[in-house]
């Protein structure tokens, strides 16, 4: 079993929906959750960061994590076609370990107008 | 501020030559590491380094070699290629240390191609 597991997609939805992207976790000692979006060709870049259970809004974008159930979600409202990109979920344990990411496989989203 | 920058952008070996895959950072992070992405695996650490002189393994690290003699640089060195090694590469780097939520910052990436 594989220690980040993420819903492979793809996912396809109309411009203005809500999306809801997920990953479960099987090791309790992580501590730092991630989501990065990557375009075509690029680089993965961080959209959001959280450290504790609950809720962290960042415009459009809602990151949930329960740590009880070991599960991620990243929540896009009113998706736009600029939304489209792959959407990685990367957890991490604490003290020295930081930087040493674990992925999810990566949902692809595309978001047509 | 250039960030993470990764050479070249892509590469075609035959099986059994050796390349290095080039990384640097102007961002004076103490922390760099290799991934490689393949379909359906998302990204897995290859190696990384705390800071210069000091590297580390990670998941999957048999083919390659690092070295950090400089806090900007951290080339990845296939010794000799295999197709398995088919991939895209990328370098990332952070602040380390008591920044426990600095976040990674990604080069574009390499793509190496192993016939």
């Known amino acids: 079993q594989k220690e980040v597991e993420q819903d492979p997609g793809p996912l396809s939805v109309p411009e203005g929906a809500i999306v809801s992207l997920n990953c479960t976790y099987s090791?309790?000692?992580?501590?730092?959750f991630m989501w990065y979006r990557q375009y075509s060709r690029k680089g993965p870049e961080l959209l959001m960061y959280?450290?504790?259970?609950g809720n962290k809004e960042d415009g459009r974008f809602t990151a949930q994590v329960d740590k009880s159930s070991k599960y991620i979600s990243l929540f896009i409202r009113d998706s736009q076609p600029s939304d489209s990109a792959t959407y990685l979920c990367a957890i991490r344990g604490g003290g020295t370990s930081y930087g040493k990411l674990t992925f999810g496989q990566g949902t692809i989203l595309t978001v047509h107008p | 501020n250039a960030g993470v920058t990764q050479t070249p952008k892509f590469q075609v070996l035959k099986t059994g030559q050796s390349m290095t895959l080039q990384c640097a950072q102007d961002m004076n992070h103490e922390y760099m590491s290799w991934y490689r992405q393949d379909p359906g695996m998302g990204l897995r650490l290859i190696h990384y380094s705390v800071g210069a002189g000091i590297t580390d393994q990670g998941e999957v690290p048999n083919g390659y070699n690092v070295s950090r003699s400089t806090t900007e640089d951290f080339p990845l060195r296939l010794l000799s290629a295999a197709p398995s090694q088919t991939s895209v590469y990328f370098c990332?780097?952070?602040?380390?240390?008591?920044?426990?939520?600095?976040?990674?910052?990604f080069g574009n990436g390499t793509r190496l191609t192993v016939t």
């Open positions: 090791n309790s000692a992580f501590q730092y």
């Open positions: 990332a780097s952070s602040y380390g240390g008591s920044h426990y939520n600095s976040p990674l910052h």
């Open positions: 959280t450290y504790s259970s």
